[in-house]
């Protein structure tokens, strides 16, 4: 196995984690290598990643690319912020994951490796001012501007823009941001049942008048062009995209946004974790 693969992916989700190994950076195929429950206790998740690696004999590694479903630190080392994984927060996660692994290892919050992944590969290759949106337990996304060869990619907090009337408090703690009324996880604790059992036809039209003004919001602050949008709440209802495009579009003047189906689907994070490693950390503003 050494002699074939040369990069480790790992996308390390609040529920799963999962591991892959890359033969090149230049294409999206991967051999998956290992699916875990992601452990609460950091030591004991760093212990699992090894133990699988160890298994099936991988050595040499050239570079790892992780993505988190939290906040990364503004240098790329470590984890600021992140409801799913506390006890991971102020570690030195990419310095002791080097130790362990022995080559470099980079960090990217799972919407800027979901951009990164549909950017090189997927939904958003001809396009030099996009998004990525991830429609899920919580409501992110990450935008690149780029234009030539030069492109810079933030991860930004969509899901906590304030929408006007809006009165629920977020888990965030602020008032009136729209991952309250989109964001799967606050859903659920609010009507106290799955999405699956209470979505129907009226609650997906409030749904998408809220998200299609807090896309308008985006497109305008931001002037992307294009924006693609994954995550399980999107890939569950197929057509939610053209209801939102179409409220967009009577919306939105001045400009036209086109939303795209993600086309990696649920491998964006981990093919886009591969992606950070081909393409320089200044390059991306966490
Ligand atoms: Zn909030």
Known sequence: ??????????????????????????????????????????????????????????????????????????????????????????????????????????LGHDTVCGLLGEKRFGALRENERCAYLTLSTGTGAAIQLGKGAAALTSSIEIGHQILDGNELLCLCGQLGCLETLTGGRQLELRYGRPLAEFADEVFWEGFSDKLALGLLNLAQLTRIDTIAVGGAIALQNPFLLPMLQQKLDTLLRGSRVQLLQAALGAHAPLIGAASLLAVPEETILH
């Open 1 to 106: 196995m050494t002699s074939t693969y040369h990069f480790l992916a790992i996308d390390l989700g609040g529920s799963n984690t999962r591991l892959g190994l890359f033969a090149s950076l230049e294409t999206p195929e991967f051999t998956p290598l290992a699916s875990f429950s992601t452990r609460a206790a950091y030591d004991e998740q760093l212990e699992q990643m090894v133990t699988a690696l160890r298994e099936r004999e991988v050595t040499g590694l050239e570079g790892a690319g992780m993505s988190v479903a939290a906040r990364v630190a503004r240098d790329g080392r470590s984890l600021v912020f992140g409801p799913n994984v506390p006890e991971y927060l102020g570690r030195a996660l990419a310095a002791d994951l080097e130790a362990r692994l022995g080559c470099p290892v980079r």
